[in-house]
């Protein structure tokens, strides 16, 4: 009997160590340890501290809790170089790793301005979307983590820019346009394949690697769609120019579904071959009204050379939703005439084929293709003293995130394990060749000796026939 007790013991003790080292899980470590830090923080407050309770906590892990914000990854661990794009909720730097020395994106987010518009804020999609695709189309995501202010994501940077930045460079021709409308439907369907929405899709989204090629970003506008493949939300989301007419009829009970992306991919097509977008109004107002009567505001305006095809992969993205390419399947959208071409472009071999415009680049920090910012003077939203415990960091709990190590991971586990045999045979290969190394010294020495007693035999054979 007491071997069946310890038998379930250790069963279930197995159970919880598969929780803690399951990178992916609510309850893995990063997110133990995030619990501590947020706890810790909340806390830390002097109307809290006066608590007997609190009191006792504080001072039995403060030691604990420093030691977290100092082993842990933090902004200290980069230089930052410049300032690179500005959001609603923070802004983005380009930074390098002290000690790897690579080069990466760091967007920063304020805790403060997250709680405060929790309804529009989906940073938790753009974490787990960036930290899971594993996609040449999608930026990825390297490492999430988080101090008493801010969240942070540390991202690929993209060098060549937005597609904002080429357009305003080019004139895009058609088979250009054919080329970088692939690349985005191939993002698409990778995001839509992971059951999220982007909802706003437009060209200052899709940034260019170092070779030209296009990425998706900026995923803190998605959402996850229901088992019957629709969102349901109450907010107006995305930007004017580019909204579907059932994303902007969503304020109260919006449902919809993936196609109000390829309606974005439309007006995308229709911005590059025309140089502005199809409903363009000088009022907000207007643009809004053209959208919602598309049927009569769509219009090809006769100076600018387009094919057939394109004018019908354009109509049959900009129309309503019940009709859209795309709303049963990307195969809609794949298959259409539009993207027939000379240039020997498939959906499954673009990715080794060399883009139209690949940047010039003066070095892995190169920013040419970014805009200039100035320092932003404007007050950051922060956290007010609070008088009770309110919790303001429980909600980031679980936010850290590592691409290449995750602390007692079955896979970091192994990998240490690795390393261990790796450096007893390194170890054991060094005092091999250290024994070496002091047998060719006793081989010298004798070799010298043998030298020396050569010279003196050659000195006195010398002397004697003299």
């Known amino acids: 009997m007491n071997t069946i007790q310890d038998d379930d013991r250790r069963r279930r003790l197995r159970l919880l160590e598969d929780k803690i080292q399951d990178s992916r899980g609510k309850g893995n470590i990063d997110s133990l ?16 501290k006066k608590l007997k309770n609190v009191e006792v906590y504080l001072n039995r892990y403060d030691d604990f809790a420093s030691d977290i914000i100092n082993l842990r990854m933090n902004t200290d661990d980069f230089e930052h170089i410049k300032v690179i794009g500005r959001g609603a909720f923070g802004k983005v730097q380009l930074v390098r790793h002290k000690y790897t020395r ?3 994106a760091m967007k920063r987010l304020s805790k403060a301005d997250l709680i405060k518009r929790s ?3 989906f940073f938790w999609e753009e974490r787990y979307i960036m930290a899971h695709a594993k996609s040449e189309w999608i930026v990825q995501l390297h490492f999430a983590f988080q101090d008493s202010k801010h969240l942070y994501m540390v991202m690929d940077y993209m060098p060549g820019g937005d597609i904002v930045n080429l357009m305003s460079d080019y004139d895009i021709p058609e088979t250009w346009a054919k ?45 996850r769609m229901d088992e019957d493949g629709l969102v349901r939300s109450n907010n107006v989301v995305g930007t004017p120019d580019y909204i579907s007419p059932e994303v902007l009829q969503s304020h109260g009970q ?21 140089g502005e977008t199809p409903f363009y109004a000088d009022s907000l107002l207007g643009t809004y009204n053209k959208i919602m009567y598309h049927e009569s505001n769509l219009t090809f305006p006769e100076e600018v050379e387009m094919s057939n095809e394109s004018k019908s992969f354009i109509k049959g993205l900009l129309c309503d939703r019940s009709k859209r390419l795309g709303r049963n399947s990307v195969d809609e959208i794949r298959s259409h005439p539009f993207f027939v071409n000379d240039e020997g472009w498939t959906f499954d071999n673009l990715r080794d084929m060399a883009p139209p415009v690949v940047p010039e680049l003066s070095g892995d920090d190169d920013t040419s293709n970014f ?22 960091h429980l909600p980031f709990i679980g936010f850290t995130y590592n691409s290449d190590y995750q602390l007692l991971s079955k896979e970091s586990v192994d990998s240490m394990s690795s390393d261990m045999t790796d450096n007893k045979h390194t170890n054991a290969q ?29 000195e006195a054979i010398a002397q004697r026939s003299k």
């Open 33 to 48: 340890l995030d619990t501590v830090q947020a706890l810790y923080t909340d806390c830390d407050y002097p109307a809290i």
């Open 102 to 104: 690579q080069v990466y």
């Open 119 to 121: 309804d529009s804020a």
């Open 179 to 223: 080329f970088y409308t692939m690349e985005i439907v191939l993002a698409l369907d990778v995001i839509h394949s992971m059951g999220f929405v982007h909802r706003d899709v437009k060209p200052d989204n899709m940034l260019l690697d170092k070779y030209g090629h296009l990425k998706l970003a900026d995923f803190g506008t998605c959402m």
């Open 254 to 274: 919006g449902i919809y579904g993936r196609e109000c992306d390829w309606w974005s991919v439309g007006i995308f097509l229709y911005e590059m071959l025309v």
């Open 371 to 392: 805009d200039d910012y100035e320092k932003d003077e404007t007050p950051e939203e922060v956290f007010p003293v609070p008088n009770t415990f309110v919790g303001n």
């Open 430 to 458: 060094v005092t091999k060749l250290e024994m070496l190394l002091e047998q060719e010294k006793v081989n010298v020495e004798v070799l010298e000796a043998k030298q020396m007693q050569l010279l003196a035999q050659i």
